[in-house]
Nanobody
Framework: QVQLVESGGGLVQPGGSLRLSCAAS????????MGWYRQAPAKQRELVAA???????TYADAVKGRFTISRDNAKNTVYLQMNSLKPEDTAVYYC??????????????WGQGTQVTVSS
């Protein structure tokens, strides 16, 4: 079994900051690409940021310059530092990871989601 456990969401005022964390655990052989997605009410889930195992990053245009994705390969953990938050960043944020399990093929796993609300 593999689990992705997220933490760090909450309520923040516009202009504030939050840091999300997502740790992968279980019978893991290797963690490849990791990323963060978000889904606002009545909207489709969208990619926010992604990072390869070598540290190459990708960002959605809406968050460039404000959000930073990073990872700690030794801890199988990915982070999302969110600065200058705006009300339109309000959504449920999901962690995603492509993981190779011991004696198994690579699959994509999802976290349970963490709510981020930006409001005054």
């Amino acid at each position: 079994q593999v689990q992705l456990v997220e933490s760090g969401g909450g309520l923040v005022q516009p202009g504030g900051s939050l840091r999300l964390s997502c740790a992968a655990s279980g019978s893991i052989f290797r963690v490849d690409d990791m990323g963060w997605y978000r889904q606002a009410p009545a909207k489709q889930r969208e990619l926010v940021a992604a990072i390869t195992s070598l540290g190459t990053t990708t960002y959605a245009d809406a968050v460039k310059g404000r959000f930073t994705i990073s990872r700690d390969n030794a801890k199988n953990t990915v982070y999302l530092q969110m600065n200058s938050l705006k009300p339109e960043d309000t959504a449920v944020y999901y962690c995603s990871a492509k993981i190779v399990r011991l004696f198994a093929s690579r699959l994509n796993y999802w976290g349970q989601g963490t709510q981020v609300t930006v409001s005054s």
